[in-house]
């Protein structure tokens, strides 16, 4: 069964000899799949050409009114895809290289013609559109590749914007500096795995009281640091009422499991500092223990104090939080951070915490907060060799200093 005509090769002949439109037409008929339109008037061929699509052509050159040339000139211009052929005598050669070059000829033919060869270069025309059309395929899916690359550069460059505003919006909540205790020393440290995290630290000072909290959002990114910024809120929120270091992370704990996406909790650590005599109460909520290091007794202790993060659990009272006395006597730093200390991961997967924390600790015992912190995070990076790191990082250090 043949194709409809719409489906079809289609195939235009225009000469003014019927004898050779018969005899173009059964040939055509007969050896291919291709309709065949035909038309002895060229003005009229070029009428219809305009209305419906071809993909050949093939035109006489000496005609009335209308030559081959000009006819294939204007076949051009209503469609350009289409393939040109001009049958022309021998005495013509010269009208067929102007059609060359006026009317993009694709080629011509002398009569009298050669089926065979006429075969082969309707197949080369039908061969050679076949592949400007896929041709013309692949610059389009290229074009669309190219705009939608643009499309995702300039949402990257936007959405790269949007996180470096983020990242300032998320730095201005950190305190820009601890306050002045008679006796005590505060140093901090800050580093988001990605543009912003989910690690936070701030103070509140309330009856001769200074409260710290560090905290370490489960997860990273938005989710993280949309939940840092609750975490503010709810901090100085409860430190307004709280008396106690248990009390405030029972009430935190409850504001926060009521807040909280489903799924995300936080780990913290409260210290309160007594300003008056420097003495310490700690409270952990999952963070890891933090570290006094004591040079004047070459001692590293860890303080287990354990507890359940933050929003994890409703109904959780203060019962669920050990409030531990720390005493420090001069050169004694307190060290509290979160676990991308701890899990700081080198190029076998082992953790830093594992490997050099605690060697690293009593290497530096003696060291004040600040010089702590910087070496401690240095000794890290070292550990991770060059990796970009893998979670959020923060760290406070109190160091008394009399």
């Known amino acids: 069964m043949r194709p409809e005509p719409e489906q079809q090769t289609r195939i235009a002949l225009i000469d003014d000899d019927d004898l050779v439109l018969s005899s173009l037409t059964a040939l055509f008929e007969l050896r291919t799949d291709c309709h065949v339109v035909s038309f002895s ?23 009335p009114e209308l030559n081959g040339v000009d006819l294939l000139k204007q076949v051009k211009r209503l469609q350009p895809e289409t393939a040109r052929i001009l049958l022309t005598g021998f005495a013509d050669k010269q009208n067929a290289i102007r059609a060359i070059n006026e009317a993009g000829l694709f080629q011509f033919l002398e009569k009298p013609w050669d089926n065979e060869q006429l075969l082969m270069v309707i197949r080369n025309a039908l061969q050679q559109k076949s592949l400007r059309r896929q041709l013309a395929e692949k610059v389009r899916v290229l074009d669309r590749l190219v705009k939608d690359h643009t499309d995702l550069a300039e949402r990257q460059k936007s959405l790269e914007e949007d996180l470096e505003t983020a990242a300032h919006v998320q730095r201005s909540l950190l305190p820009p500096c601890f306050p002045e205790i008679e ?30 909290l560090v905290s370490d959002v489960s997860g990273h990114g938005v989710q993280a640091a949309l939940s840092s910024m609750l975490i503010k809120a709810i901090f100085h929120e409860a430190g307004s009422v709280a008396e106690e270091p248990a009390q405030l992370f ?47 007794r070459n001692r590293l202790d860890e303080i287990p104090a354990p507890g359940l993060p933050l929003g994890m659990f409703p109904g ?14 001069a050169g004694d730093v307190l060290l509290v951070a979160s676990d991308g200390l ?46 970009r790191p893998t979670d959020d990082l923060a760290i406070v250090a109190l160091t008394r200093t009399n």
């Open 41 to 63: 008037d060229p003005l009229r061929a070029i009428e219809e050409l305009g209305r419906f699509p071809v993909d050949i052509v093939i035109s006489d050159f000496l005609m």
């Open 183 to 212: 006796g005590l020393r505060i140093d901090s440290f800050y580093r988001p795995s990605q543009a912003i995290g989910g690690d936070y630290f701030d103070f509140i000072r309330r009856k001769g009281q200074t409260w710290i």
């Open 250 to 296: 029972a009430e935190m704990n409850a504001r926060l499991n009521r807040f909280l996406p489903e799924g995300i909790y936080a780990a913290a650590a409260a210290v309160c500092v007594d300003e008056r005599n420097c003495t310490i109460r700690l409270v952990n909520a999952g963070l890891p223990y933090p570290f006094v290091l004591r040079p004047g």
């Open 316 to 329: 959780v009272g203060l019962e669920a939080y050990e409030v531990r006395s720390i005493e420090l006597t």
């Open 342 to 387: 701890s899990e700081t991961q080198g190029e076998n997967g082992e953790f830093f915490e594992d490997r050099q924390l605690r060697q690293i600790l009593n290497e530096l015992n003696g060291s004040d907060g600040s010089e702590l912190i910087a070496n401690l995070t240095e000794s890290a990076d070292r550990f991770r060799d060059g990796r």
